[in-house]
């Protein structure tokens, strides 16, 4: 810590005290997902232009999304295999955080290119081939739902494996809303339907890429991530033997999946040692997923220039 305190303290810091396993390597299900999404969204265009359909061409714009979700997702991966630099002393995890926000951003512009495009049909409606437009949504079904399956052994260990399974299972119910439709327009000859099924689509992503803006925006600007309270985690710390106190209690994320932490415990009886500070490493590890801890004990003494810096 850089602070200068004038009296005794002792720091702990979470590398070689907490020892995960290390993370397991999914750049094969990456790299086949991306190639079949990659794809099927080139078709999916080129069938949309070629059936006259919004819907296709908004459910490949959504399946884009799937591509650089996906894309995202293993870049942060292999950036987390990273080696810190003195340059970057982090490493470059953070930059999973700006790819995503990124993406939030560029989803945002092609939802209203969308939108737009399906509110020009209503005035100008043209024919749909509709049982096209179900076969090759159909197909959507199947990749989505098999790059789902690459995923899903790996849902409940890693939260950024869990993201892409379930953004992969969610698009395959979408794609199956384009089936019923293109089915519902071969039967009905309603060319309304298809303009109707895209503006629900861009609904669906707008609502997925708003919840993705939102929490890249608060990672970026250091808030505590979602999913750990931070309450719950003073009362951790401050339940400790022989914490009087707790103060400066700084958690953020270092990337879209990694916490780090930061804290100053008030012991009057004194440092507790190395054993002590590995505990405490081994609770936040295993309670709030927090790996990458520093603590810093002081007696409270002199007191601290920090401890008035309270949470509101």
């Known amino acids: 810590m850089a602070h200068d ?32 999404n990659l794809a099927y969204v080139l078709a999916e265009a080129v069938a949309g232009f070629a059936f006259g359909s919004v819907a296709l061409l908004a459910d490949a714009g959504h ?29 470059l995890k953070g930059s999973t955080i700006l790819a995503a926000l990124t993406n939030a951003l560029l989803l945002l512009v092609a939802i209203g290119a969308i939108a737009l495009e399906a509110v020009q049909r209503f005035g100008a409606p043209q024919p749909v081939a509709g049982l096209m437009v179900s076969v ?5 079904v199947a990749v989505n739902g098999f790059t789902a399956w690459l995923f899903a052994r790996g849902r409940k260990g890693d939260l950024n494996i869990r993201g892409a399974y379930l953004h992969m299972a969610a698009d395959a ?8 439709a293109g089915i519902l327009i071969w039967a009905t000859g309603a060319g309304w339907i298809d303009p109707i099924v895209s503006l629900v689509i861009a609904a669906l992503i707008f609502w997925q890429t708003w919840g993705l803006l939102r929490e890249t925006v608060e990672m970026a600007l250091a808030a505590v991530p979602r999913g750990i309270d931070y309450d719950a985690v003073a009362a951790a710390l ?75």
């Open 5 to 36: 305190h004038h009296h005794h303290h002792g720091h702990g810091h979470g590398h070689g005290h907490v020892h995960a396993a290390p993370p397991e390597r999914w750049d094969r299900a990456f790299a086949i997902g991306i190639g079949l």
């Open 173 to 180: 119910l979408v794609s199956a809303g384009v089936v019923v």
């Open 63 to 91: 399946n884009m999304s799937d591509v650089l979700g996906l894309a995202v997702a293993w870049g942060g991966a292999a950036l987390a295999r990273r080696a810190p630099s003195k340059r970057f002393t982090y490493g």
């Open 136 to 140: 090759v949504a159909a197909t959507g």
């Open 238 to 312: 401050a339940g400790l033997p022989g914490v009087a106190e707790v103060h400066d209690l700084h958690i953020w994320p270092m990337s879209t999946t990694e916490p780090g932490l930061t804290a100053h415990l008030c012991m009057p009886a004194g440092t507790p040692g190395d054993a002590f500070l590995r505990e405490v490493q081994a609770m936040l590890h295993d309670r709030f997923g927090i790996g990458h801890a520093t603590i810093q004990v002081e007696t409270g003494a002199a007191g601290c220039v920090l401890a008035d810096a309270a949470v509101v």
